[in-house]
């Protein structure tokens, strides 16, 4: 009996082993799919990470280039601004300048009231010589001259109580 009890205690074991690898064989395969799955689902994540990096480094590279294309863009509106700053510069020194020459032209071409009222002898004469130079020289006239009119004034003032003094 001894012989048959071993017999059914090594069938056992035989059975029982070939169930534990089947199981192992079973969990093994199980194992080996969720490896797959999991190696399948980091690939697509590196997949994914890569083109993201792909996609920033694009953006970062298309920032960079508008940035410059800006920066270059304001360094040229800037430069433009400096040189009509300068030549604002130039023309207002010129226009200063051409505003003394005037001034100091003026000054020099004042005549004398006198000049004007050569050859006058009486009253009548000094009145439609004033009256004749008055719309001549003007202000308000295209040919005026406030400095000019200022001295016929003056000179017709002059005359004027002279004459009346004889």
Not at 34 to 63: D, H, T, V, Y
Not at 68 to 84: C, D, F, M, Q
Not at 147 to 163: A, P, S
Request: with cysteine; glycine share 2%.
């Amino acid at each position: 009996m001894d012989a048959t009890v071993d017999y059914k205690v090594d069938n056992n074991l035989q059975n029982t082993k070939m169930e534990l690898d089947e199981t192992k064989h079973k969990e093994l395969l199980e194992l080996k799919k969720e490896l797959e799955l999991e190696k399948r689902r980091l690939e697509i994540s590196k997949r994914e990470f890569e083109i993201r990096c792909a996609f920033e480094k694009k953006c970062k590279e298309k920032q960079d280039e508008l940035f410059r294309k800006r920066w270059a863009k304001l360094e040229s509106e800037v430069s433009y601004l400096a040189k009509e700053r300068d030549q604002l510069k130039r023309q207002k020194k010129e226009f200063y300048e051409e505003l003394d020459r005037a001034e100091q032209n003026r000054e020099k071409n004042v005549v004398s009231g006198d000049m004007f009222f050569m050859g006058v002898d009486s009253e009548l004469a000094l009145k439609k010589r004033y009256k004749d130079l008055v719309k001549i020289f003007h202000p308000d006239n295209v040919s005026g001259d406030i400095y000019t009119i200022q001295e016929i004034n003056r000179e017709y003032d002059n005359l004027k109580k002279k004459l009346y003094a004889i």
